[in-house]
């Protein structure tokens, strides 16, 4: 392995590189069986500290076929209890760095969960590294980069072998990038900040590498602005990282005093907290989200043939989601809507309640210029028309709610042990065994979750029986 670590990296504080073997690739359920560190400090000296670890359980086969380590090399090995201090000791204050980091961080992070210890780190992922620095290659896993850059003499599968191989390819791209752009890439994956004037020193120490929703705070206890993230940690740095800084996160960056955050079991659960946090908090800097009081829907009604569209507020929505469409944002929004539907499907202004007619069968304009079939002037009857109405506004139709009674999400985030159960019924969330009032947002995102997981909603007979 090269010995001469990039110069400029070191700039940047110390590097640790490391690589583990596991018992499989869930870091909730599965354990380390082997770890390999090496240690770059800022004076350019290395560490190097490997171990076998007793993974309590046993090793699938085909991992040992895989790793090479078998159950009896593991067998009295210490366990991660015994070496935690010295992990700790060489992983404190440094970049946490592997290829695919999220994989290796997540077990390490358990694995001091389970000790009851926490653990957070800045994370490099030298895949997303590969991809950066090099575009145009094809492949970036460690086994491509190892043959693009002619790299050798590395034990592939065993935590030293890979963790050698990784620093020698961040080694290695210091021959073929300037330390100018080595550094400035490095530093954009790590999204490092630049700490607000009044936020204290340790404000960003804390913060968990987990789903959830983060507020910031000025002089009182209004948020000035609420976010979420799939990670907190990486998310809220990026606010105060000057290669990443929107004029917005300027603003906020002089305006902040204090941060809150608030870890979910997954991303769905952050994308409600914060909608619903934003409508109650109504942040300075936050606008798509806060409460809209005019969003509403229109029901259709028939009376003797004639089909009519009346509006109606979301918070009146009935039980019987039946003939309803929207949701729209206010009542001039559906109104544009419907006058769209009536120009592509050539729908009468009068039936419609664009105009009124002066007389009996007297034609609206529509009619007068050729794009209305006459339902005014009885040229089409009223049951027609009806007919035609329904078919053109039938795709904006609420949904059926495709569940007998509620329905449950449950999100598990595996790396942090936390677990949640959310609950809906007609589109709405429920608490307490109670349906909440019609939320667009909320609507929104489970029409958009639906689609990509449907799967992971399952029915409930109780509703009231999940907390």
């Known amino acids: 392995m090269p010995q001469v670590f990039p110069s400029a990296l070191l700039d940047l504080g110390d590097f640790a590189f490391i690589d583990v073997e596991t018992t499989g690739m869930k870091p909730l359920q599965d354990r380390l069986t082997e770890i390999a560190i090496i240690r770059f400090n800022s004076n350019g000296e290395t560490e190097r500290w490997q171990s076998l670890i007793n993974p309590g359980v046993a090793i699938p086969s085909e991992i040992q076929v895989l790793t090479g380590i078998t159950n009896a ?20 204050g440094a970049v946490f760095v592997a290829h695919n980091a999220r994989f290796d961080y997540g077990f390490i992070k358990n694995e001091f969960r389970r000790q009851g210890e926490p653990f957070t780190a800045d994370v490099l992922c030298t895949v997303r590294l590969s991809r950066r620095l090099y575009p145009d290659a094809d492949g970036h896993g460690l086994d491509a980069v190892i043959s693009r850059h002619r790299l050798s003499g590395f034990d592939r599968h065993r935590a030293m072998g890979d963790t050698e191989a990784t620093a020698a390819f961040v080694c290695k791209a210091q021959d073929d990038h300037s330390p100018d752009t080595l550094k400035a890439i490095v530093k954009s994956l790590l999204k490092m900040p630049s700490l607000p004037a009044h936020l204290p020193p340790t404000a960003l120490a804390d913060i968990p590498d ?4 983060y507020l910031f705070y000025g002089i009182n206890d209004l948020p000035l602005y609420i976010g979420k993230a799939k990670h907190l940690r990486e998310r809220i740095r990026a606010h105060f990282s000057s290669d990443h800084m929107t004029p917005n ?10 941060i809150e955050w608030l ?99 007297e034609p609206c304009f529509a009619r007068q210029v050729g794009r209305c079939f006459g339902a005014c002037d009885s040229a089409e009857t009223e049951v027609a028309h009806s007919s035609r109405l329904r078919k053109a506004i039938t795709a904006d139709a ?50 958009r979750t639906m689609s990509k997981t449907a799967g992971l909603f399952r029915a409930i007979p109780d509703a009231s029986q999940i907390a």
């Open 73 to 92: 090399m593991v067998r009295n090995a210490p366990g991660f209890y015994d070496v935690r201090a010295d992990v700790r000791r060489l992983l404190e």
């Open 210 to 213: 987990s789903p959830g929703v």
């Open 249 to 258: 996160d300027i603003r906020l960056s002089q305006e902040m005093r204090r």
């Open 263 to 361: 870890p979910t079991a997954g991303e769905f659960s952050a994308l409600l907290l914060e909608a619903q946090l934003v409508k109650e908090r109504m942040p300075l800097h936050n606008v798509n989200l806060r409460r809209r009081e005019k969003v509403g829907f229109f029901q259709l009604r028939e009376t003797d043939g004639n089909a009519t569209l009346q509006w109606m507020n979301a918070a009146n929505l009935p039980d019987a989601h039946s003939d309803i469409f929207g949701p729209f944002s206010d009542k001039a929004s559906a109104k544009k809507w419907l006058m769209f539907a009536a120009r592509e499907h050539q729908l009468c202004d009068h039936l419609l309640g664009f105009s009124k007619p002066r007389t009996a069968n």
């Open 398 to 447: 609420l949904p059926v709610w495709p569940f007998a009674g509620p329905a449950v999400y449950e999100e598990v985030d595996a790396t942090n042990d936390r677990a949640g159960a959310l609950v809906f019924d007609q589109w709405c969330a429920m608490s307490g065994g109670k349906r909440l009032p019609f939320d667009a947002d909320v609507y929104r995102l489970l029409r």
